[in-house]
């Protein structure tokens, strides 16, 4: 990751997060399970930030998370290098059994392999409740802390 992209990242990371925080009240979730991401990116000339929102209308349907409409809204709008995302709900139990809201297996295997990610792209969760804990790893770190491995 350029250090410039990093700097812009942690320049404008309350504006991301407020601006994840708006978008998780818009989620949609049968039972109220909203969570709300921002993926910061940027086309070669200039950055924008894109909201995504997790989807899930029905118990018995399938549901998108809040992650890959983000990013898949800022790779349909050319802007193919994703800096960094802000995800922002209630945190969920993990495989190990922890509370986080670090992305669903599914993001996990679904988003690194994007030419647009890559294992420096940076992801900061927020839990809504819990005193806004926040945590800041890269997407690197997480492959690693959930035994996956990275394509890129
Ligand atoms: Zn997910």
């Known amino acids: 990751m350029k250090p410039k992209h990093t700097r812009e990242f942690d320049q404008r990371l309350e504006e991301l997060v407020e601006m994840a925080?708006?978008?998780?009240r818009r989620a949609q979730s049968y039972r109220g399970f909203r969570v709300?991401?921002?993926?910061?990116?940027f086309n070669g000339r200039e950055y924008r930030a894109f909201a995504g929102i997790n989807m899930?209308?029905?118990e018995d349907g399938p549901k998108i998370c809040a992650e890959q409409v983000?990013?898949?809204g800022a790779i349909a709008s050319g802007y193919g290098t994703?800096?960094?995302l802000v995800v922002i709900g209630e945190p969920q139990p993990n495989e190990e059994r922890t509370l986080t809201l670090h992305p669903c297996w599914v993001c996990r295997?679904?988003?690194p392999p994007l030419p647009a990610i890559s294992r420096d792209t940076i992801v900061v969760t927020e839990q809504a409740s819990n005193g806004r804990h926040r945590e800041r790893h890269t997407i690197g770190d997480l492959l690693k802390r959930h035994g996956q491995h990275s394509h890129s």
């Open 82 to 84: 994703v800096i960094g």
């Open 70 to 72: 983000a990013v898949g």
């Open 109 to 111: 295997t679904l988003l």
């Open 56 to 58: 899930k209308p029905l």
């Open 36 to 41: 709300g991401a921002v993926a910061l990116a």
């Open 21 to 24: 925080r708006a978008a998780q």
